[in-house]
């Protein structure tokens, strides 16, 4: 089918005009930031808290938040890549000037970091306590960075087609600033989560009283602001172990979110005359398909079963993230009764 003169027209001032620039690095994948200037020690930035700057760009603190707990897991991961991703994406630690901030100035059209990475890992955060937008990944690897920003050039041209603009620019990206380029391995990149809807899994184990004489009754009070489901039992001092949750009456112990159980109890010495210190063990855990691959096995469990079983839970436990559990203990202090003396 042969062109109008007006339809070939365009299409010849269309190819003339366009530059024959080479072709763009892909974006970084959504949900991460391109630190602008990589970072030793990646493991002390899980954790801390991410905010968007008022002028573009994101701010990662400078310490982790009080109570913010984080336990660390190394991902292998070898590749080289190159990518790109606009300014206002990016993110530095720390308050201060930033290189950014003073090309955005001098560049009145858009601004990107270009990073050509070897990346070597990536380390993923368990996190607990933690609260607001914060790191959770960081990848880390070798390579270079440079700024570049989009230039006016002649190629920005526009003609009519039946009243439609039609753009044909899109200006040249040119290096501008220092480029940076590492060879130890850093953080260059990290993703966030947002904790907000994150549960707390803290769980309270009281103790009532705390410390008695043999034969007195005592209560464990456990208490929970979410829903979770309960592994109770408790360790002496001689090594003596017993569990307390799940039983025969209650195989899936559970408290609703808010609530509470309490067990009553009578203390006992294990050996008559001399006192002892249990220590009561409580594991929380927020998904019935976690308890329910930890939990005791069904049935009696004698006091070595019971000792084996709470001395290798900790171990099997850190196949499953610690957001999704939390463990808690008390101790009570069994005393031995008052001698009542001689009477004359």
Same mark, same amino acid.
């Not at 024959?20 to 630190?35: A, R, T």
């Not at 493991?43 to 982790?64: I, K």
């Not at 049935?299 to 709470?310: E, I």
């Given at each position: 089918?042969?062109?109008?003169?007006?339809?070939?027209?365009?299409?010849?001032?269309?190819?003339?005009?366009?530059?024959?620039?080479?072709?763009?690095?892909?974006?970084?994948?959504?949900?991460?930031?391109?630190?602008?200037?990589?970072?030793?020690?990646?493991?002390?930035?899980?954790?801390?808290?991410?905010?968007?700057?008022?002028?573009?760009?994101?701010?990662?603190? /400078?310490?982790?938040?009080?109570?913010?707990?984080?336990?660390?897991?190394?991902?292998?991961?070898?590749?080289?890549?190159?990518?790109?991703?606009?300014?206002?994406?990016?993110?530095?630690?720390?308050?201060?000037?930033?290189?950014?901030?003073?090309?955005?100035?001098?560049?009145?059209?858009?601004?990107?970091?270009?990073?050509?990475?070897?990346?070597?890992?990536?380390?993923?955060?368990?996190?607990?306590?933690?609260?607001?937008?914060?790191?959770?990944?960081?990848?880390?690897?070798?390579?270079?960075?440079?700024?570049?920003?989009?230039?006016?050039?002649?190629? /920005?041209?526009?003609?009519?087609?039946?009243?439609?603009?039609?753009?044909?620019?899109?200006?040249?990206?040119?290096?501008?600033?220092?480029?940076?380029?590492?060879?130890?391995?850093?953080?260059?990149?990290?993703?966030?989560?947002?904790?907000?809807?994150?549960? /707390?899994?803290?769980?309270?184990?009281?103790?009532?009283?705390?410390?008695?004489?043999?034969?007195?009754?005592?209560?464990?009070?456990?208490?929970?602001?979410?829903?979770?489901?309960?592994?109770?039992?408790?360790?002496?001092?001689?090594?003596?172990?017993?569990?307390?949750?799940?039983?025969?009456?209650?195989?899936?112990?559970?408290?609703?979110?808010?609530?509470?159980?309490?067990?009553?109890?009578?203390?006992?010495?294990?050996?008559?005359?001399?006192?002892?210190?249990?220590?009561?063990?409580?594991?929380?855990?927020?998904?019935?398909? /976690?308890?329910?691959?930890?939990?005791?096995?069904?049935?009696?469990?004698?006091?070595?079963?019971?000792?084996?079983?709470?001395?290798?839970?900790?171990?099997?436990?850190?196949?499953?993230?610690?957001?999704?559990?939390?463990?808690?203990?008390?101790?009570?202090?069994?005393?031995?009764?008052?001698?009542?003396?001689?009477?004359?």
């Amino acid at each position: 089918m042969a062109l109008r003169p007006f339809a070939l027209l365009v299409a010849l001032v269309l190819a003339a005009c366009k530059p024959d620039y080479p072709p763009e690095p892909p974006e970084l994948d959504p949900g991460e930031h391109l630190l602008m200037t990589p970072r030793g020690n990646p493991e002390e930035l899980l954790g801390r808290t991410v905010t968007a700057e008022p002028n573009g760009g994101y701010r990662v603190s /400078d310490e982790r938040p009080a109570g913010c707990e984080v336990t660390v897991r190394r991902v292998p991961e070898r590749w080289q890549r190159t990518y790109q991703q606009d300014a206002g994406r990016a993110a530095h630690v720390g308050t201060g000037k930033t290189p950014v901030g003073e090309l955005k100035i001098d560049h009145t059209k858009s601004v990107r970091v270009d990073a050509q990475i070897d990346n070597i890992e990536v380390l993923e955060a368990d996190l607990r306590g933690c609260s607001g937008t914060v790191v959770k990944t960081v990848k880390v690897g070798t390579g270079k960075r440079e700024f570049k920003a989009q230039e006016k050039t002649s190629a /920005d041209v526009t003609v009519k087609v039946k009243g439609v603009p039609v753009g044909a620019g899109g200006g040249k990206w040119e290096t501008v600033g220092r480029a940076l380029e590492w060879n130890e391995p850093q953080a260059w990149s990290f993703g966030v989560q947002d904790m907000a809807g994150t549960a /707390d899994m803290r769980v309270e184990l009281v103790l009532m009283p705390d410390s008695l004489v043999d034969g007195e009754q005592f209560s464990i009070r456990i208490i929970s602001a979410r829903q979770v489901y309960l592994v109770v039992g408790f360790v002496a001092e001689s090594g003596t172990a017993g569990l307390l949750l799940p039983n025969g009456k209650q195989p899936t112990p559970s408290i609703t979110a808010g609530g509470n159980v309490e067990l009553t109890l009578r203390a006992k010495l294990h050996t008559p005359g001399v006192a002892q210190r249990d220590r009561f063990v409580l594991y929380a855990f927020s998904e019935q398909g /976690d308890f329910d691959m930890f939990k005791p096995p069904r049935g009696q469990m004698g006091a070595a079963a019971a000792a084996k079983y709470f001395e290798e839970l900790p171990q099997r436990l850190q196949s499953i993230p610690t957001r999704r559990w939390t463990k808690t203990e008390g101790y009570l202090l069994i005393e031995t009764p008052p001698s009542t003396g001689t009477p004359r």
